[in-house]
């Protein structure tokens, strides 16, 4: 009769664990996402990969996978919904928008406009009439000239003498050899221009005319994941969010987070850059990543003004703010 009550108690027991094992919650699978960049990775991009490292997308049920675009371009494939969000540019999502593809810019990596007109020092190339007789290093951007075209007319300048080089991408190959004057972005290219000890003149887009100063890049996405799926996009900017934050911060550690993913980069470069760059994330902005219903019209104007666009865009369409973590 003794062991009775010590059966009972191992029989117990053993309910008792039973029920307990079933009661376990299974976590939940990482919802695989991606996240196509508009080009190599650079400091641009810091606070993608800090999200990423930093477990903040995994803190929200996301798996990120964070690609190059490859030949394919970045908005045609968040337009096709082949990649859920992608980083790309005011002017092209402008662009698109008018061409019917249905993205939408939900976040401004970079409060203003940090890109530039740069040439040697020695070419003497100051204000926009200077550009008269000198080459052109360009891209292939037909919005690029028409900038260029619109500043010599306000500075009095001749637009046809200068000399477009197509097809360069590549400033410190060619600068002052294949062309005289390029675009470049100053926190990058122009931090890398002043390590290396070069003299260069720069002229920043938005100190030469106010409509210039628009949001280079942005985080896009695409109207059918917004109306579908809206919890993704609001976990995805929130964890995005908090990697931006952080690099805005931390520059210094996120830096070495930069490099730890993209270890072809130059470390010393990265971490002068991304000084830079988390001082002009938020910049004067309410919060990082917010954009202005005015910069977004304004510049759409002056594109279909100049004939970039063939007829002008619903603005409210093109970009929300609806998605950035609400400030506490």
Known sequence: MKRIPLLFLI?????????????KKVPAPLQ?????????????????????DKGFYKEEGLDVQIVQPGESMTLQLVGAGKSEFGISYQEDVTTARSNEIPVVSIAAVIQHN???????????????????GKRYGDWGSPTATEIIRALMEKDKGNFSKVEIVSGITEFFHTIGKDADFEWIYYGWDGIEAKRRGMDINYMMLKDLDPIFDYYTPVIVTNEMTIN????LVKRFMKATA???QFAIQHPDDAAQILVKHAPELDPQLVKLSQEYLSKEYQSDAPQWGYQKMSVWQNYAQWMYDHRLIHEMIEIHKAFTN??????S
């Open 11 to 23: 029989f117990s027991i053993m309910i008792l664990s039973i029920f307990g094992c079933a009661k």
């Open 242 to 244: 908090e990697g931006y």
């Open 32 to 52: 695989k996402v991606i996240v196509t960049l508009d080009w190599t990775p650079n400091t641009n991009h810091t606070g993608l990969y800090v999200a990423q």
């Open 114 to 132: 940090t890109s530039a007109f740069a040439s040697l020092k020695k070419d003497k190339i100051k204000t926009p009439k200077d550009f008269e």
């Open 228 to 231: 579908n799926n809206p919890e």
């Open 322 to 327: 609806q998605f950035l973590p609400q400030k």
